[in-house]
């Protein structure tokens, strides 16, 4: 699973703006919190990330009880939260571990030590092996440390008492408030002053300088996009005033040499154009030398129609007479046939009767 979205908790705009900047070129969404208090508030109405980075020190509740705090919540308690400090020390990194950190960071942090924490933590997530988180986190190690007094030790404020017998008794873990332990108390809290107070200074400042650098960083860029629009405009007008120079000469001489290649197709056209008096005599002398054909030829023309015409006349009148004859010769037996058969007609009939008169007869 890729971890795909980070809320960032640092109180100096300058840690927000370098580690947000480390996580976007992994293509991370990254949201940002300027306190502890408002981180919670994020968690509570806004979607879960998938890490969280603490920082450690801060004004008002600081990473660890921030820490706490959203391990001591069910919804989300699941939410990995790496630490980052400037503390190196392996005594508090186990002692973060415990109380629910799942890695710590070191400010300022570096790109090669970002990647493998990030790459450690989404192989985690994949293969489930994110620790769980504690069911009550432990008390972390603070400046009681710096005194080397027991963490439940308490301060003799007068002497000791004894009892009937005028005997001292002892109490167990009672250290007696001696100059030397006060003024390694007052150390240890002028120390923790100077450090908060160092931190929110060095913030205050760092967030100012950035501020300030961002100020004029913008400025610069507005300046260089004005002298970069302002020489976009000189330069396209120096680009639109050459090409219309440009323009006209191109038009100048296109014209020129139209005009000129006008004037030559003119004197062609007029050379050209009509008939002339030349084209007027070559044309009588053409219809003279037609009008005298040999005259030979014309009657050798004239004979040849005439004896075609009279071939043609007498095929016609053979023709003709041709179709008469067998038109009569047609007509003639005709006749002949219904002569024979009148006479056939009349010789059955007489015969008929002379058979019917000797039947009589010799009947």
């Avoid at 900047?21 to 940002?32: A, P, Q």
């Avoid at 501020?211 to 007008?237: F, G, M, P, V």
């Avoid at 015409?309 to 005709?334: G, K, M, N, P």
């Amino acid at each position: 699973m890729a971890i795909k979205n980070a809320l960032l908790v640092d109180d100096s705009k300058v840690a927000r703006f370098a580690l947000s900047k480390l996580l976007e070129s992994r293509d991370m969404e990254v949201n940002m919190a300027g306190s502890a208090e408002e981180a919670l508030d994020f968690l509570n109405s806004h979607g879960r990330p998938d890490v969280i980075f603490m920082d450690h020190l801060m004004p008002g509740m600081n990473g660890v009880e921030a820490t706490k705090a959203i391990k001591g919540n069910p919804e989300t308690a699941g939410i990995p939260i790496i630490m980052c400090t400037s503390k190196k020390s392996s005594t508090f990194m186990e002692e973060a571990k415990n109380f629910g950190v799942y890695n710590i960071l070191t400010k300022p942090p570096q790109t090669q030590g970002l990647m493998e924490v990030l790459d450690q933590l989404a192989s985690d997530v994949t293969s489930g092996n994110l620790p769980e988180p504690p069911a009550q986190s432990p008390q972390p190690a603070e400046q009681d440390d710096w005194l080397n007094v027991p963490g439940d030790a308490s301060v003799e404020l007068s002497p000791k008492p004894s009892d009937a017998l005028g005997r001292e008794t002892t109490q167990s873990s009672v250290v007696p408030l001696t100059s030397e332990l006060i003024e390694q108390i007052a150390r240890s809290a002028v120390k923790t002053h100077i450090n908060n107070r160092l931190h929110e200074l060095l913030s205050s400042l760092f967030d100012e300088q950035f501020d300030h650098l961002k100020r004029a960083l913008d400025e610069t860029r507005s300046k260089q996009e004005s002298a970069i629009e302002e020489r976009l405009q000189a330069l396209t007008q120096t680009v639109e005033e050459r090409t219309r120079n440009l323009r006209d000469d191109v038009a100048a001489e296109v014209n020129l040499n139209l005009g000129s290649e006008l004037a030559t197709l003119r004197k062609e056209l007029k050379k050209n154009s009509g008939f002339t008096s030349e084209h007027m005599a070559e044309l009588k002398d053409h219809i003279t030398s037609v009008q005298t054909i040999d005259t030979e030829f014309w009657q050798t023309l004239q004979s040849e129609a005439i004896q075609q015409a009279h071939e043609i006349s007498r095929e016609t009148a053979e023709d003709i007479a041709q179709r008469t004859i067998d038109l009569f010769v047609a007509q003639q037996r005709s006749a002949s046939s219904r002569v024979y058969t009148i006479g056939l007609a009349v010789s059955l009939g007489i015969f008929s009767v002379g058979i019917a008169w000797l039947s009589g007869l010799f009947g």
